[in-house]
């Protein structure tokens, strides 16, 4: 039996399987905010959105940025591995301000005609005004004036 893990484990690791492989993106310096904004966008509960590859593709689009659909993680590397300046941080966070505008949207619909889900929806609106009044702290924190 302990042969035949041994195996498996082997098998795994030659077909770059585990965590442990690296690639050519895992080995990219991204920078400490791309991390910052990663931790307060992508995860719903504490944006209060769901952001979707077709969402990130859209992004991309917004700012020229050409991404190929992959993970959610992988694609917003590949989308922060095209800012490069203040100019492009700003837009970035931009279209990620109208992006979330427009996910918010529905629920301020859903509160208006179900005024008894406002407790649920309200939750999820302040988390998303949260995250974009945080999207200028990064701009000021990481890209200050000159």
Known sequence: MNDLRK????????RCVTNTCETEEDTYDYPDYVEAINAELMPPSKSGVYISRWDLK???????????????ARMYKMLMRSVHDKE???LLLGAFSSLIDAKIEPYREMMESYPSSAPIFEEKIRKAERVKAYFDDVLNTYFPEE
């Open 7 to 14: 195996e498996f484990e082997n098998y795994m690791e030659d």
């Open 88 to 90: 492009t941080m700003g």
């Open 58 to 72: 859209m992004v991309g689009d917004a700012i020229d940025a050409s991404i190929a659909m992959d993970t959610r």
